[in-house]
Structures are given as structure tokens and as C-alpha cells.
């Protein structure tokens, strides 16, 4: 059976100021015992975490009965400014994982990311529901 680590598509549910939910596609890669996703500075889901670190990931699976429901907690790299600075290697983790692939040309890759102000989200993964979740 296909696991979360299998997977890279979710949607990242946030929690607005007003406490409605937020939802998000996202591509996700499970690093270093949390699940990462890329982003940029200026999107609502990036603010969302800032303010409230509180969120779920609702990964896919491969059929529509297949998917896991997870309660996490966000942490936020700084955004890269220089590149090849910490948050742009972790941002190419973040990619290759993803990708299955070495970038073929990282310096270029930094530059986007620094370009993009492009960040790392940390999500400590908690309790999950759903087959994918057994």
C-alpha cells in the first residue's frame, strides 16, 4: 500500500485571521522527520502559518479512497536572500526530493529562489486519520 512518504500532492489547510480555513495545493517531501513545501513570502498560506503555526495536511493518494489527514504545527526557514544560503539548500532538498532528481544547474535554481523570495514550511507532522495514516 502506498504510505505518505510515497506520496508528494496535499492540500495544506491554514486557518485565516478570522479562523475560517485557508486551503492550498501543495507538493510536499518528507526530509528530516517533517514535511517540507515550498513557498513564497507574500502568500496568504505563508501569512496564515506566521500568525497561527496551526494547520493539516490532507494528503492524496492514489484513488479518492486513499489519503491521510494529518494535524500539524508550521515552522518557517528565513526567506533565501543569498544564493546557496541555508534556506536555498534547504529549498533544493525540498526540490530534488520532490522531483526525484538533481537540479541540473543549482546556481540558477538559487537565483529563482532568492528571485521568488522563497521559503522552507516545516510541518511537525501529529495525529492522522485515514487509511494512508495505518
Not at 494529518?70 to 534547504?90: F, N, Q, Y
Request: proline share 4%.
Amino acid at each position: 500500500m502506498t504510505t505518505i512518504a510515497d506520496r508528494h500532492e496535499a492540500i495544506l489547510i491554514t486557518l485565516r485571521k478570522d479562523g475560517t480555513p485557508q486551503s492550498s495545493n501543495v507538493m510536499y517531501a518528507l526530509l528530516d522527520g517533517a514535511a517540507k513545501i515550498s513557498v513564497t513570502a507574500d502568500r496568504a498560506k505563508t501569512r496564515n502559518l506566521q500568525r497561527d503555526p496551526r494547520c493539516v495536511l490532507h494528503v492524496l493518494g492514489g484513488t479518492f479512497w486513499e489519503y491521510a489527514s494529518i494535524e500539524a504545527a508550521a515552522s518557517l526557514s528565513e526567506v533565501t536572500v543569498t544564493p546557496g544560503d541555508d534556506a536555498g539548500r534547504e529549498l533544493l532538498a525540498v526540490y530534488e526530493a520532490v522531483s526525484g532528481k538533481a537540479h541540473p544547474d543549482p546556481d540558477e535554481f538559487f537565483a529563482a529562489m532568492v528571485a521568488d523570495k522563497r521559503l522552507v514550511v516545516r510541518l511537525a507532522l501529529g495525529r492522522a486519520t485515514g487509511p494512508l495514516a495505518e
